[in-house]
């Protein structure tokens, strides 16, 4: 079935890097957007960038701009996504989903991120 | 940017009782572009509606979605009690995405 798994916990001391990988399955991984999301302990959904595997494009929320990049292996169809400078409010659970967007005849329809990752908790702790 | 404000912030009903739920965009959203998620506990967010007003696959007819330009609304029929999560509303955006804040549904 179509599944998105995500690589395990991390803990990362303030300052350092984070590289969470989001492995696809069921599906062919050029088919479809990838975006991030996280969600900080207690709070809502956040939404950090995105990638078209196909092409390598990446686009990515302003509060991010310069400290996350979204990079693909085609090869193992995984995309993942690394946050520099982490500090203590980078502490959350990060999200993968596929994000489903047709084109037919010029038209645009958008079917939601319909595929989730399970979710990677990532601590930020010195 | 595209700004998403639900409310309420918390809504507090008994199992039976309907739940209307708003999406408030700060600029007008293509229907086609707006979706809401339910979050339990714990669990990765679950797409329940696209293009404002689609049930995704397996959701339930009590699920319903309205709504165009800046208004927006998820109504829960009759409430089960697996319904009571928190729920998010989102835009999609050709470079950017956006989600509400979410309302969480509680039991009274």
């Known amino acids: 079935q179509v599944q998105l798994v995500q690589s395990g916990a991390e803990v990362k001391k303030p300052g350092a890097s984070v590289k969470v990988s989001c492995k696809a399955s069921?599906?062919?991984?050029?088919?479809?957007?990838i975006d991030w999301v996280r969600q900080a302990p207690g709070q809502g959904l956040e939404w950090m960038g995105w990638?078209?595997?196909?092409?390598?494009?990446?686009g990515y929320a302003q509060k991010f701009q310069g400290r996350v990049t979204i990079t693909r292996n085609i090869s193992i169809s995984t995309v993942s996504m690394e946050l520099s400078s982490l500090t203590s409010e980078d502490t959350a659970v990060y999200y993968c989903?596929?994000?489903?967007?047709?084109?037919?005849?010029?038209?645009?329809?958008?079917?939601?991120?319909?595929?989730w990752g399970q979710g990677t908790t990532v601590t930020i702790s010195s | 940017e595209i700004v998403l404000t639900q409310s309420p912030g918390t809504l507090s009903l008994s199992p039976g009782e309907r739940a209307t739920l708003s999406c408030r965009a700060t600029?007008?959203?293509?229907?086609?572009?707006l979706a809401w998620y339910q979050q339990k506990a714990g669990q990765a967010p679950r797409l329940l509606i696209y293009g404002a007003s689609n049930r995704a696959t397996g959701i339930p007819d009590r699920f319903s979605g309205s709504g165009s330009g800046t208004d927006f609304t998820l109504t829960i029929s009759r409430l089960e009690p697996e319904d009571f999560a928190v729920y998010y509303c989102q835009q999609y955006g050709t470079s950017l995405r956006t989600f509400g804040q979410g309302t969480k549904v509680e039991i009274k």
């Open positions: 989903a596929r994000v489903v967007l047709t084109i037919r005849r010029g038209v645009y329809t958008y079917y939601g991120m319909d595929v």
């Open positions: 600029q007008s959203v293509s229907n086609t572009y």
């Open positions: 069921g599906y062919t991984l050029t088919t479809y957007d």
């Open positions: 990638m078209d595997p196909n092409s390598g494009d990446t």
